[in-house]
């Protein structure tokens, strides 16, 4: 604690320096999660990444206290010693403590937790003006429940208190096909109402899914089925394999549940082996298994502009209209598999999934396709972007956005916003639509990306 209030004293310090000049800068973390391309300028940049470290995990009252960049394989490392784990873990074991609450994340847990932010009990945060201040929901409440979906641009998140709850050693995941969209969201609403652990699914085609339902367990039922090692099968390719049949069961351990779309990146890593024509086998999986955990993909995806060739989006909407949106996939973009995680609306962060007329949102994951021309790639997004409004939902903003500025502040709560922004004197730094809006076309540079990822070259990138 001694180390790290010595450092928040110093960021605070660069951070008023910053303030009185009235000069706009950027929280470097040292790696992202994000697909827009990263581009750091030395002289307006404040390095946050060294702030990575678990100080404290608080056995009895069940919470842990953390520096923003602990990623999640490192928090969840911590919090097992003491049989606890966080009520929602990213999928990706390099998403952040930090990068989970401004980005609004949320995973298959979220259906009874809401999103990472809703389990923490406060944050501390460095306002505009270099001042030190904790909040949480009855001390500077309105920056406790502004800043999830924020990207930074309210303060500079420099420690949080998060919830735990106890956990066991397996869970056990049951498989229930389903041969339509209306079929997939019922299975879903079914499984929300008997409570379990969690709740996610995979559509494969419009006629052919699987919703899964996890439920904790210390009970190991038939052989474990793991999917972190590198002879292991990827988790959504032995989901297919096995899902033409009825409702079938595993056991897998936890952290391999926890962390299963990390080998692939889900399936987005099957597209690296089209590009650079390597067979897609288990044999060249294996083979390549270092360079296909999501922390090596995001470094080449950075690296190599080719974020600007796939749509990813992921896409909150209501629960009567995922079927709608589905089916639009469907037709006009024809990307499969989707991704299905039902999750809590949110209430009181303007930036996620807020003011949705639901009672459950569904969050559909849109990962694919391939685009040579920028001209399609661009009006693609738009469509996706056009259609989440027409049907009331909301997207998440790591991925690529597109909104005309007006467009983005009718759908993003301008008013309240700019109203934080005043409070604690962020007014000088970047706005949400300053982050996340794409400005310009970066050029696509395939061989570098992946020669990069190879030799632990790729970084985010750093101008003078």
């Not at 406790?144 to 420099?158: E, Q």
Request: positive net charge.
């Amino acid at each position: 604690m001694e180390q790290h209030q010595k450092r928040v004293t110093e960021l605070s310090e660069q951070v008023s320096q910053f303030y009185v000049q009235k000069k706009p800068f950027k929280i470097y973390h040292g790696s992202t999660n994000s697909t827009r391309i990263q581009v750091f300028k030395r002289s307006e940049m404040l390095d946050t990444s060294d702030l990575n470290h678990v100080l404290k995990i608080d056995v009895e009252n069940k919470t842990a206290l953390v520096e923003p960049n602990v990623p999640m394989d490192k928090l969840v490392r911590a919090t097992l010693k003491h049989g606890l784990i966080p009520p929602v873990v990213m999928e990706f074991p390099g998403i952040t403590v930090g990068g989970g609450i401004q980005g609004g994340a949320g995973e298959s847990s979220s259906f009874k937790f809401g999103g990472f932010h809703d389990t923490c009990n406060s944050y501390e945060m460095i306002t505009g003006d270099g001042s030190v201040i904790t909040c949480n929901p009855k001390k500077h409440a309105d920056l406790f429940y502004g800043t999830a979906g924020s990207y930074g641009t309210l303060g500079v998140m420099t420690a949080v208190e998060l919830r735990l709850i106890p956990t066991k050693k397996y869970v056990r995941l049951t498989y229930f096909p389903v041969k339509s969209f209306d079929a997939a969201v019922e299975r879903i609403q079914t499984e929300v109402a008997n409570k379990p652990d969690y709740i996610d699914g995979i559509m494969f085609s419009r006629d052919h899914g699987v919703i899964m339902v996890g439920t904790l367990t210390n009970e190991k039922s038939g052989r474990l089925t793991r999917f972190s090692r590198a002879h292991d099968e990827w988790f959504y390719l032995d989901t297919e394999k096995e899902s033409h049949g009825g409702v079938w069961n595993k056991t897998i351990p936890l952290t391999d549940y926890l962390f299963r779309y990390d080998r692939g990146g889900f399936w987005v890593g099957k597209l690296a082996f089209t590009l650079i024509g390597v067979p897609f086998t288990r044999f060249w999986r294996f083979i390549h298994d270092r360079l296909l955990h999501t922390r090596k993909m995001y470094e080449a995806l950075q690296s190599s502009g080719m974020s600007q060739k796939y749509i990813v989006q992921d896409l909150a909407m209501p629960l009567n209209k995922a079927v709608d949106f589905m089916k639009f996939v469907d037709a006009e973009l024809g990307i499969y598999p989707l991704w299905l995680c039902p999750l809590l609306p949110e209430e009181k962060s303007p930036f996620i999934c807020s003011n949705l007329p639901t009672p459950l949102v569904v969050n559909i994951g849109v990962w694919g396709g391939y685009y040579d021309q920028y001209d399609d790639f661009l009006a693609a997004n738009k469509r996706v972007e056009h259609l989440v409004a027409h049907y009331g939902g909301k997207k998440w903003l790591y991925a690529h956005a597109y909104y005309e500025e007006k467009e983005f502040w009718r759908l993003y709560g301008k008013q309240a916003y700019e109203s934080l922004r005043s409070t604690y004197h962020t007014e000088h730094l970047p706005t949400v639509y300053d982050k996340v809006r794409v400005k310009e076309h970066h050029p696509i540079q395939l061989k570098k990306g992946v020669m990069d990822a190879i030799l632990g070259k790729a970084k985010l990138k750093i101008t003078p």
